[in-house]
């Protein structure tokens, strides 16, 4: 099965050659369907009820997980909660070492060339 690489948000626009989705349903669906290289996700969506967080806890409860896992939200708080659940999975052995996981927060509006190298889809 080929990889691919998915960015979750509902306000930026994903870097080239990933596939944007904006819900967490979307991203969930893409994890148990295929096998993401890297995964990038952010905290606050649209819906308050069911962001990012929301769904690092179905990745853990499930047991979906990327090769590379970047967290970019904004949100200070949101962005270092998803992080902290990401790497305790990784602690408790509920998810594989071998996953990257990395906190980049992005701005909003544009994406400086410096911080679009770590969405390089060569990796």
Do not use: W
Request: proline content about 5%.
């Amino acid at each position: 099965m080929d990889h691919i690489y998915v960015f979750l948000d509902d306000y930026r626009e994903a870097p080239e050659g990933y596939v944007l989705v904006r819900t967490i349903d979307e991203c969930r669906t893409l994890l148990k369907e295929y096998n993401i290289r890297h995964l990038s996700l952010d905290h606050d969506l649209v819906s308050k009820k069911r962001n990012g967080l929301m769904l690092v806890n179905m990745m853990v409860d499930e047991q979906l997980y990327a090769d590379r896992i970047t967290i970019h939200s904004a949100n200070a708080s949101g962005g270092k909660n998803m992080y902290k659940c990401l790497k305790q999975a990784q602690l408790d052995a509920k998810m594989p070492h071998s996953t990257e996981v990395f906190l980049r927060p992005l701005p909003l509006k544009s994406y400086p060339p410096h911080m679009l190298q770590h969405y390089s889809v060569a990796k």
